[in-house]
């Protein structure tokens, strides 16, 4: 008993940490897609946020400047590709898949001019990238059955982007439903035109949901390289963009359930990762190859059979055109 307490806590810390990311970016795009345009380039985003974070945090020996500069060039990105789809009406879909090949480009090209390590980033001191916080009395809890387990190796020992993820969803369900500003967004997402009678500025309402979208996946990438990680690896996203792309339809565009939807995806890669190298009765040793693709698996088929009928927000992927 005392061992599967044991390695299910030890699983759901491992989800905390792996969700993370995912979370951040689900975030990224439900802001995006709740103003109507479709943020396929996540990905490209979360790639630039991880390359910049830890080159600041190697170059200049500070992990907050390399957050700075990493929410700064994924807002970079996610104003390229607002002035692409919002400005100039362009296809949404193509502009996120060209912010995604350009990241991935100019990130080992990049890395490969300024470090010559095949495209990644130099390792990173312990003082260079975001490490665990002990919540108070942590250590002197531990040994108490049960709940000392609960409390000092799921709640405590995360680092602090771990924390302000998950403070970030109910903050998210609060500006979007309780504020002004969220009914306007929620309403640009719907029906533009009507938000545009009212004398609301349609492209500016857009604008300010990418930013936000570019922000959070500046977190998102940030974390990868300097929290989760301690260096930039070429291509270190590995699709958790389109995975946190999934957890937002999963979730039917609603900060909880996206919560949810990316700690079950984070769950998932969790066991799968613990699964490596175990035989199971009657199947032998399972391939590593099918451990590591579980989870994307798995994905397809929550997706395929348990969504039901997602009904995204009926302005999304189509540019508005004011009425002369």
Not at 78 to 98: D, E, K, P, W, Y
Request: with cysteine; charged share 10%.
């Amino acid at each position: 008993m005392q061992d599967a307490w044991l390695w299910l806590i030890l699983s759901l810390d491992a989800t905390l940490r792996v969700a993370t990311p995912l979370i951040f970016a689900a975030l990224a795009g439900l802001f995006s897609e709740r103003s109507g345009v479709v943020d396929i380039g996540l990905e490209g985003k979360m790639l630039v946020g991880a390359f910049t974070a830890a080159t600041v945090a190697a170059v200049s020996d500070s992990v907050w400047l390399g957050l700075l500069m990493a929410l700064l060039a994924s807002v970079g990105f996610a104003l390229l590709h607002g002035f692409a789809c919002i400005t100039h009406r362009g296809n949404q879909v193509v502009s996120g898949v060209a912010i995604n090949i350009l990241a991935s480009g100019l990130t080992v090209v990049l890395g490969l001019a300024w470090f010559h390590q095949g495209g990644s980033t130099p390792p990173l001191t312990q003082h260079q990238r975001f490490t665990a916080i002990d919540l108070p009395f942590a250590q002197q809890l531990a040994d108490v059955p049960v709940l000392g387990l609960f409390y000092s190796e799921l709640l405590s020992g995360h680092n602090i982007l771990v924390y302000l993820a998950l403070a970030l969803v109910p903050l998210s369900w609060w500006l979007l439903y309780r504020t002004r500003f969220g009914l306007r967004l929620r309403a640009v997402g719907e029906n533009p035109k009507a938000v545009d009678t009212a004398g609301i500025s349609v492209a500016g309402l857009r604008y300010r949901a990418v930013i936000i979208a570019g922000v959070l996946c500046g977190f998102a990438g940030a974390y990868l390289s300097t929290a989760q990680n301690a260096q930039f690896i070429r291509d270190m996203t590995a699709g958790q963009g389109f995975m946190a792309l999934a957890a937002l339809i999963f979730a039917k565009w609603r900060p909880w359930p996206i919560l949810l939807a990316c700690l079950l995806f984070g769950f998932l890669d969790a066991v799968a990762v613990r699964l490596q190298g175990v035989s199971l009765p009657g199947i032998g040793l399972v391939p590593v190859q099918l451990i590591e693709a579980l989870p994307y698996i798995l994905t397809v088929i929550l997706l395929a059979g348990f969504i039901g009928k997602a009904n995204p927000p009926k302005a999304i992927g189509l540019p508005y055109v004011k009425d002369r």
